[in-house]
């Protein structure tokens, strides 16, 4: 199971960033108190180099990262991440047993219903439809 979701992962992560890549949004549980996140905390979550919210009711549960499957790019452009830093990170996480692999749905709808459904989660959506249980928040710099 575990080299499935790795392959899976890879797969998706080697794919090319398309062109006009648009605004992202990133989005949580309506009932995470984080109000907004600084671009060096997204891109450290995003990265797995930070596993567990910080000043949260629920510290202890791990952050689970979505992502709409091959649009992985949109966290390399809008968080200035390199494609191999993060290929390497998340195959070092995964292999070692430290993590599990970011959550990869098949739209942005399905991204918005894994952040509903888990209130550790963290996603990053191009076109954020208000939805019952999740929150936009703002990158600040």
Same mark, same amino acid.
């Given at each position: 199971?575990?080299?499935?979701?790795?392959?899976?992962?890879?797969?998706?992560?080697?794919?090319? =960033?398309?062109? #006009?890549?648009?605004?992202? /949004?990133? +989005?949580?549980?309506?009932?995470?108190? $984080?109000? @907004?996140?600084? &671009?060096?905390?997204?891109?450290?979550?995003?990265?797995?180099?930070?596993?567990?919210?910080?000043?949260?009711?629920?510290?202890?549960?791990?952050?689970?990262?979505?992502?709409?499957?091959?649009?992985?790019?949109?966290?390399? =452009?809008?968080? #200035?991440?390199?494609?191999? /830093?993060? +290929?390497?990170?998340?195959?070092?996480? $995964?292999? @070692?047993?430290? &993590?599990?692999?970011?959550?990869?749905?098949?739209?942005?709808?399905?991204?918005?219903?894994?952040?509903?459904?888990?209130?550790?989660?963290?996603?990053?959506?191009?076109?954020?439809?208000?939805?019952?249980?999740?929150?936009?928040?703002?990158?600040?710099?």
């Amino acid at each position: 199971m575990r080299a499935r979701h790795a392959w899976i992962l890879a797969t998706a992560l080697l794919l090319a =960033v398309p062109e #006009g890549v648009q605004a992202v /949004e990133l +989005v949580v549980h309506a009932d995470n108190p $984080v109000q @907004s996140l600084s &671009a060096g905390e997204a891109r450290r979550i995003f990265l797995g180099e930070q596993s567990f919210w910080r000043g949260t009711a629920r510290p202890s549960e791990p952050i689970r990262p979505a992502l709409r499957g091959g649009a992985e790019g949109q966290v390399l =452009v809008h968080l #200035g991440i390199r494609t191999n /830093e993060f +290929v390497s990170r998340w195959m070092r996480l $995964v292999f @070692s047993g430290q &993590a599990v692999s970011p959550h990869q749905a098949e739209s942005d709808r399905a991204v918005l219903e894994y952040v509903a459904a888990n209130l550790s989660a963290i996603g990053l959506v191009e076109e954020f439809t208000p939805t019952p249980g999740v929150k936009a928040i703002p990158i600040t710099d």
